[in-house]
């Protein structure tokens, strides 16, 4: 009974310690003013501090105008990896919305966000 208590243990000590685990630069990326049509795609970007692949395996949008692309292949631990978002900026007005980043990391879910206002593009002349 020790043994299989004590076998136990061990694989969970060595489970809990070979956890993926990720660290983004930025939660949050501020777009600041934009003109309407222009600037629409930024990164996220992270690093495994784990000591095992991670794996990405979807990233949901809060809205059909904000577009999410993750990477396919694992991330190997110390590397780097990138989550690139593209935002909708014929929408004028401002924006916040939100990225949940699925893994296998340690915490399974992640929140991004992603926010700015976006202006018309009038041109004004003079004569």
């Known amino acids: ?6 076998l136990t243990a061990t694989l969970f ?4 310690s070979n956890a993926q685990e990720f660290k983004f630069e930025k939660e949050l990326i501020n777009y600041g003013k934009v003109l309407k049509g222009t600037n629409k795609t930024k ?15 979807q990233v ?3 809205c ?7 990477p396919e292949n694992p991330i190997m631990p110390g590397a780097k990896g990138k989550i690139e978002v593209s935002y909708d900026t014929n929408r004028i007005g401002g924006f916040s919305k939100m990225f949940t980043v ?26």
């Not at 009974?1 to 004590?6: D, H, R, V, Y």
């Not at 000590?13 to 809990?16: D, E, H, L, P, R």
Request: with cysteine; aromatic share 4%; glycine share 6%.
């Open 1 to 6: 009974m020790k043994t299989i208590l004590t």
């Open 13 to 16: 000590i060595t489970a809990i």
């Open 43 to 57: 990164i996220f970007e992270f690093t495994n501090v784990g000591n095992a692949p991670l794996v990405i395996k």
């Open 60 to 62: 949901i949008s809060t």
């Open 64 to 70: 059909g105008c904000a577009v999410p692309k993750k």
């Open 102 to 127: 699925i893994s296998n990391a340690k915490n399974k879910r992640k929140q991004l966000k992603i926010k700015g206002f976006v202006k018309g593009n009038n041109v004004v002349t003079s004569k």
